[in-house]
């Protein structure tokens, strides 16, 4: 378990820390079987992850900057900052949807790099795409994060890892993290929603809702919260310049933690 005094020495933030320790205990319970339901071998993961980082790439020379809104990442940004080039019509999402999953069975955790504009595609039309497109973004984003976590422990390690590796997986980090974040805070605020909803009336009755659709997502949150600990449980801080994490990443993730733990 991260204690708060040691996550102030590593850069970890408190409220990380407090969720951390809620979770670790869950954490080691779901490790057998995490590694029991796994269908590649470590040897065939790292082929796709490379396999990803040739395609999704090709001389990578932006960055992805944590944006303060939605609406700013399709805004023209600064020199080499990553900007939407293709938000897709409701309509047209599931077909999307369809190849960013075939992608991440084929290529790994990094094919995030080439369909971001998806997802982003579905927080800008969280108002008006079905729950299960939402669902099906929320499940690909969860193997995303859970995937750079289980990849990236070796690469820390090693002494030998060049600028571009360095940018590609930063930018996956920052790129996953804040589609995992902002759908799930959507999520969150239907949940809270439809517990008004189908809150019990002066005759004691539920509204015509029904609760199944909260049990589900208070199992779904608690994988979110735990992909998110696997991740930033790890030293990711070499991977930016100078070693000093963007703020914007631990604020995201603060405010997620302290709204739904």
């Known amino acids: 378990m991260v204690s708060t005094a040691h996550a102030c020495d590593v850069g970890v933030s408190p409220a990380l820390a407090r969720c951390t320790n809620k979770f670790e205990s869950r954490r080691i319970q779901t490790a057998h079987r995490r590694r029991a339901e ?3 071998s ?5 082929k796709s992850v490379a396999s990803g980082t040739a395609s999704a790439t090709g001389g990578m020379s932006w960055d992805f900057f944590v944006p303060v809104c939605v609406g700013d990442l399709v805004k ?3 020199i080499n900052q990553y900007v939407v080039q293709d938000v ?7 077909s999307h949807l369809s190849k960013f999953k075939a992608a991440l069975r084929s290529k790994g955790p990094l094919c995030v790099l080439e369909h971001f504009d998806t997802g982003y595609s579905v927080l800008q039309h969280c108002n008006s795409v079905e729950l299960g497109v939402k669902e099906d973004t929320l499940e690909s984003l969860i193997q995303v994060v859970s995937g750079l976590a289980a990849s990236l422990p070796a690469l ?7 600028a571009a590796e360095r940018k590609e997986k930063l930018n996956a980090v920052k790129m996953s993290v ?11 605020s239907d949940s809270c929603r439809q ?11 539920k509204g015509k809702a029904g609760g199944e659709g909260l049990l589900q997502w208070d199992s779904e949150r608690e994988r979110v919260l735990q992909a998110l600990i696997q991740l930033l449980q790890l030293d990711i801080r070499s991977l ?13 993730c603060d405010l997620l933690l302290l709204q739904t733990t």
Do not use: D, F
């Open 195 to 205: 517990s008004i909803i189908t809150a019990p009336g002066k005759g004691g009755k």
């Open 76 to 78: 023209t940004g600064g």
């Open 42 to 46: 470590p040897s065939s993961e790292a």
């Open 38 to 40: 796994r269908t590649t």
């Open 88 to 94: 897709v019509s409701p309509k047209q999402l599931p």
């Open 240 to 252: 930016w310049n100078l070693s000093l994490v963007e703020g914007r990443v631990y604020q995201l």
């Open 178 to 188: 804040y589609l995992l974040c902002k759908l799930t805070e959507t999520l969150e």
């Open 156 to 162: 820390l390690l090693s002494t030998s890892i060049s």
